[in-house]
Structure formats: C-alpha cells, structure tokens
C-alpha cells in the first residue's frame, strides 16, 4: 500500500517540476510574514501561498492541515515541511489541480525554503524575499514583541476557513485595509489570529497595565461610565483576579449583571492578552450609593 502511494506521489511531484515559479518569503518566526503575506503576493501576482503546512489561494485553504494545531512543537515543524507523506500527496494534489504556475512560500529560512521545495518535488525558488524588505526595523521588532508577549500567531485566511477544522485555536480575526494607489481603490485583507496547540498549555505572565486596559475597554463598551477601583492580579499558570467595579449612572450591583460582567471581562482579557484567566472575584459598587 505505502509502495503505491509514494509511487503515485512521486508521480505527482515529477509532474510539478518546471510548471511553477517559486517565490520564498523568509524571516525569523515572529516577524511579520504571514501578517504581510497576502499584501506581497498580491504585489507579485500571486495567487497562492504556502504557510506552516497549508496551501492558500486567496482566501481559501485548499489543502494541507495548520502547524499550529500540533500539540508539539518539532511535530508542527514537521508539518510545516511536509515530512508526512499522505499531507504532502494533498498538498501536491491540489497544486497540480488548480494549476498552480506561481507559488510563494514562507519559511524561517532559506534552508527550510529548499527543503519545502524538496518535499513537494518544487523547483527552487526564483527570488528570495526578506520580510525586512517589506517592514521596517521598528515594525518587526513591534511583532517580535507581540508574539512574545501574547504568544499570538496570524494565519492569512479568514476566521470562518481556519473555523472549519480548527475552530479551538482562533483566538480573533482582523481586517487589514490596503491602499491601491494605481487602481484608486482600496482593499481589505483578512487575517486570524491562533493561540497554536503547541503553545496553549503555556500560560503567559502579563504587564499589569495590559490587564487594566482590556478591563476598561471592556467597561466603557459594556457599562459606560463606569470605573475599575480594586484590582489585585495573581499569577500561578493563569490568572486569578480580584476586583471591585464602581458603577457609572443607570448601572446597579445584582448577580446577574455580576456574572454578565464577570464573563464578558474574562473574554475580552483572554481576546486581547492572550492570558489564560482561571478565576475572576468581581465585586459592583454604585458610583454614588447615596443617590437614588
């Protein structure tokens, strides 16, 4: 059985060879790629895209399954080069069915480039792109930061694709808008963002200020005029959090306005940080208990 299918593979890729063009996006993981991928690949007149183990074409997966959904982190670096060869057999599959003739591919570096190109029997690539081609030192150091920060990874699709097979790991999606400065019109790329398998178990310890602002974010979107007073913050593998929220006019304390705080806070905290929120002790004041 095993014998057929890498025959039957081996045939696909040999088929592949000389009919795509290859252009390769490389930068260190963190630093931008897939958040700009769709933006350059449209520069280029690219159609599709493969990133961390999944074949794009515009905004649709065609094949292949996400690294980010491993629970390891050498097991997603073997999906990411295709080491599996019933994923590979796919990935070549849907390339050679839709007719791809160009292809641009992001990886860390070039060797994990070559070594794509290797696994789907690719030629190598016509032109290698650096990401700081296309953002500036400030911009990658900023993704640097984030992804340390937030342990937040983008994937070039939007939500509803990623939804599909591995809704658990969508933490948000985004909206890019791009100017088209010859065409007078703009665009808007989407994008989502993924907590990966390989990272979920591990809880990330926060700056005290990012938690105080999810939290009145979500208070001036949910009970406007109101204002965070107590807030004791406690990290042991996630968050346990106490706090005191003094209610603006037309806000008064009951349970089931606590417990509807309580969950929107809890959301919006883990949306925006990435943190992972064991327990939140909330406790509503009346701004001003006298009046009535």
């Known amino acids: 059985m095993w014998t057929k299918l890498i025959k039957k593979i081996e045939r696909f890729l040999g088929r592949l060879k000389g009919q795509v063009q290859v252009y390769a996006l490389v930068g260190s993981s963190g630093t931008g790629k897939s958040f700009r991928a769709r933006i350059i690949a449209d520069r280029l007149k690219i159609r599709f895209i493969i990133d961390d183990g999944i074949l794009i074409k515009d905004k649709r997966i065609l094949a292949g399954h996400s690294a980010k959904r491993e629970s390891a982190y050498l097991a997603a670096v073997k999906v990411a080069i295709f080491a599996d060869n019933v994923h590979r057999h796919e990935v070549a599959q849907a390339l050679e069915r839709n007719r791809c003739k160009r292809l641009l591919i992001l990886g860390t570096s070039d060797r994990m480039i070559l070594k794509i190109c290797q696994s789907l029997g690719l030629p190598e690539p016509v032109k290698l792109l650096s990401i700081s081609d296309f953002a500036s030192a400030d911009e990658i150091q900023t993704a640097l930061d984030n992804r340390k920060l937030y342990g937040r990874h983008v994937i070039p699709v939007p939500a509803r694709e990623?939804?599909?097979?591995?809704?658990?790991?969508?933490?948000?999606?985004?909206?890019?808008?791009?100017?088209?400065?010859?065409?007078?019109?703009e665009k808007i790329y989407e994008k989502t963002l993924v907590r990966p398998e390989f990272s979920s178990g591990e809880a990330l310890e926060i700056p005290e200020h990012l938690l105080k602002q999810a939290i009145r974010t979500t208070l001036d979107a949910t009970t406007p005029g109101s204002k965070l007073g107590y807030f004791r913050p406690e990290f042991e593998e996630g968050y346990s959090i106490k706090l005191t929220i003094w209610l603006g006019d037309g806000f008064f304390p009951s349970p089931q306005l606590t417990e509807t705080l309580r969950i929107q806070l809890g959301n919006q905290l883990k949306k925006q940080t990435g943190a992972f929120i064991k327990e939140i002790d909330l406790t509503l004041r009346e701004l001003r208990p006298l009046r009535r």
């Open 162 to 185: 990623v939804r599909r097979t591995a809704a658990h790991i969508v933490t948000d999606e985004i909206k890019l808008w791009s100017q088209n400065r010859l065409l007078q019109r």
